[in-house]
């Protein structure tokens, strides 16, 4: 790989702040904002000590933010005369969160040391720090991305895998992100955390058959078949605030909540993957956490690229 001068420059200063050639490091924001990961950590502490759930919910965004035109805080934009942003997009519309939390980060942020960090690696760094808050695995995260000053409504529409995909599609949209298989098998378990509306289970509930039936039964009084749309239930019974493998063997047992999930144990290809994770969490743990730093690395900009946003919500 060649390095272009700046990125030689950079690495021969003291202080370095800039990412070359798509290039993200852990070590980006050592001397221009040391205190980041201490300062967010913190902030994912106390909203996750608020309400479990929200762990989940900034693990949900970053997700959300990378599967449109890369990790780039789009997703945080709000809609104005001037641009139509991704909160009103289909996976996206009364379902995600957190963006209250993620202005407090932000704040936290520009206090020690402002105008330096971008909302976009402050998504990557919540949703690490949200894992583990909940029990989950931990990893390096790689930093380093700009904020994009536009969004791409369409983009969310299309991009975003929707809860009714069969495990083609499934494996379709997350090759179009350059994530293998595997990879996707191992993004799925995030639905260890976190809730779904009644809307994006109701099909399965009440007309599949590959669900298991005192589950489904257990799930109907609160997701009626007419009404209660936006009623919640956790994609994982067992432990639905505990980051864990449980999410697998409720797959084996039939007890997926989405048909997405269910697509995962469903007699095909992904079969192995997900038995292999039911039966040793740590390497769904190891696994989890490179797709995490490789999903995180989807398209970012870098360099001259994009901005540093002042407020998350609005372009500078």
């Known amino acids: 790989m060649s390095y272009s001068y700046s990125f030689l420059a950079c690495i021969t200063l003291v202080s ?23 300062t967010v950590k913190s902030a994912v502490k106390q909203a996750v000590a608020n309400e479990k759930r929200m762990g989940a919910s900034l693990l949900r965004l970053h997700f959300h933010d990378c599967f449109v ?7 945080l934009l709000d809609d104005s005369s001037t641009l139509t942003g ?14 209250n939390v993620i202005d407090t980060i932000k704040t936290n942020v520009e ?3 402002s105008g330096v960090v971008s909302c976009a690696d402050i998504l990557a760094i919540a949703a690490r720090d949200s894992v583990v808050e909940l029990g989950g695995p931990t990893w390096t995260v790689q930093l380093g991305r700009r904020d994009s ?5 369409s983009g969310a529409n299309s991009n975003i895998p929707a809860p009714t995909s069969n495990l083609s599609a499934l494996i379709s949209s997350f090759s179009a992100q350059g994530l293998s298989t595997k990879d996707m098998i191992a993004l799925s378990g995030g639905h260890t955390i976190g809730q779904a509306r009644c809307t994006n289970f109701r099909a ?10 005192t589950f489904a039964t257990s799930l109907k009084s609160n997701c009626p078949s007419s009404s209660g749309d936006n009623n919640r239930s956790p994609l994982d019974l067992q432990t639905p605030t ?3 493998n449980n999410y697998y063997k409720n797959l084996r047992n039939q007890k997926g909540l989405l048909h997405s999930d269910q697509q ?14 039911s039966t040793n969490q740590n390497t769904f743990f190891t696994d989890f956490a490179a797709a995490m730093v490789k999903m995180g690395n989807i398209s970012p900009l870098t360099g001259t690229n994009g901005q540093i946003r002042k407020n998350c919500r609005k372009p500078n």
């Open 264 to 277: 995962l144990f469903n007699g095909g290809s992904a079969d192995s993957q997900v038995t292999t994770y």
């Open 149 to 153: 000053s536009t969004a791409s409504l």
């Open 86 to 99: 991704e909160k009103t997009a289909l996976p996206n519309a009364n379902s995600v969160r957190g963006f």
């Open 16 to 38: 370095c702040s800039i990412a070359v050639n798509g290039q993200l490091t852990s070590t980006f924001y050592s001397t221009s904002c040391p205190n980041l990961l201490s």
């Open 242 to 244: 505990t980051f864990d």
């Open 69 to 75: 035109n890369g990790c780039d805080g789009s997703i």
């Open 111 to 113: 206090a020690v040391c």
């Open 204 to 213: 399965r509930i009440y007309n599949e058959t590959n669900i298991e039936s």
